[in-house]
């Protein structure tokens, strides 16, 4: 008679039957599959259609976040910052980062360091810098965020 060591000892062999069909039937069980991400396409995406977030700090307007042929995740969004006020606490950013400046003048604050950028400038953020913006003005600034990870992008 086979024995099946790896098995409990069954008094059963009905029992048994039962226990080894469970046991076939969770092994071929698929997982869920999992939600198939579109790639982005090219679009033109309109002010007056971006869904606009009002917060404490000023107003943010999505833009797009997905996945392309070429990046793994590309990230826009435009943030209009209130007079005094600061993009959020300094953070490690493990993605590169590129701000446009739209109207205004915001503090570029990295790694220690702080430049001004004004309407039309263009700030880069590298992989690993600790950042932040900051609104020392009078008047609201806007600016346009773009983020995107690669294969290369380090993972924490």
Known sequence: MLRLNFLPRMKSPLLLAAALLGSAVHAQTPE?????????????????????????????RAVFDGM????DKIHCHITTLNPGERSGDPRKHLQEEII????GSVEANFNGQTRTANAGSVIFFASGATTFLHNASKVPVTYIVLYYYTPLTPKS
């Open 68 to 71: 392309t042929a070429t990046v």
């Open 100 to 103: 446009i400046v739209k109207e």
């Open 32 to 60: 869920a599959p999992k939600a198939v991400q579109e790639k982005l396409a090219s679009a033109v995406y309109d002010w007056d259609q971006m869904p606009v977030t009002p917060n404490a700090l000023g107003v943010r």
